[in-house]
């Protein structure tokens, strides 16, 4: 990956678990895409796969689970993990963008 794509995708990890918070701590795969694309994430950088790529190693990392409702539509929650990692009470994570302070 390169240096901007790297950072980009950092930048738009944080950017989904901002938006799982905002979104009283869960989404649909659909209602994320919608959310990233209006703040900026588009086109070849922020794919349907590279947000599935995305969703995978949030959970792996433990900051969100997910379901499938009738194994067709995937829903992310954050995980109390999740939630402390926004509000930086818990160490950086590779690859995800860390959280300002006061933001």
Do not use: C, H
Not at 5 to 11: F, K, L
Not at 13 to 35: F, H, P, T
Not at 57 to 66: F, N, P, R, S, T
């Amino acid at each position: 990956m390169t240096d901007y794509a790297d950072a980009n995708a950092r930048s738009r990890r944080l950017a989904l678990l901002r938006v799982l918070a905002e979104n009283e701590g869960s989404a649909n795969e659909s209602v994320i895409k919608v959310a990233l694309a209006a703040l900026g994430f588009r086109g070849r950088l922020a794919t349907d796969d590279a947000v599935r790529s995305d969703l995978d190693m949030l959970k792996e990392a433990g900051l969100i689970v997910d379901e499938w409702y009738q194994g067709r539509v995937r829903i992310a929650t954050l995980t109390k993990r999740g939630v402390s990692f926004l509000a930086r009470q818990v160490d950086p994570v590779s690859g995800i963008e860390y959280p300002s302070m006061g933001v």
